[in-house]
């Protein structure tokens, strides 16, 4: 069964930084076995909402949010089967709880927990 842990969230001011990490796990769990890996964000008063990952079929793109383009970045690491959001230059607006998502060639979808981030002074 897969499953995707995150890690990382926490309270942090104002242009500041976190990064994220989403470990994968599960029988024979590999980054290559996914189409898309990346993370989305959701607020109370906000739907879920995708905010940065890769799409992997038909060469690859990288997708930003407009909202976060140049200030956060997304990597992967399949040696340790993880994921990652490096958030720069933080702002009140990026307070959310934030997801990692896989989707599977087989279109399986899978999602953790969240982690909370949390940017107030």
């Known amino acids: 069964q897969v499953q995707l842990v995150e890690s990382g969230g926490g309270p942090v001011q104002p242009g500041g930084s976190l990064k994220l990490s989403c470990v994968g796990s599960?029988?024979?769990?590999?980054?290559?076995?996914?189409?898309?890996m990346g993370w989305y964000r959701q607020t109370p008063v906000s739907e879920r909402e995708l905010i940065a990952g890769?799409?992997?079929?038909?060469?690859?793109?990288?997708h930003y949010h407009d909202s976060i383009k140049n200030r956060f970045t997304v990597t992967r690491d399949g040696a340790r089967n993880t994921i990652y959001l490096q958030m720069n230059d933080l702002k009140s607006e990026d307070t959310a709880v934030y997801f990692c998502?896989?989707?599977?060639?087989?279109?399986?979808?899978?999602w953790g927990r969240g982690t909370q981030v949390t940017v107030s002074s």
């Open positions: 599960g029988n024979t769990f590999t980054l290559k076995a996914y189409n898309f």
């Open positions: 890769f799409f992997t079929t038909n060469g690859g793109t990288t």
């Open positions: 998502n896989h989707i599977a060639a087989k279109k399986a979808e899978y």
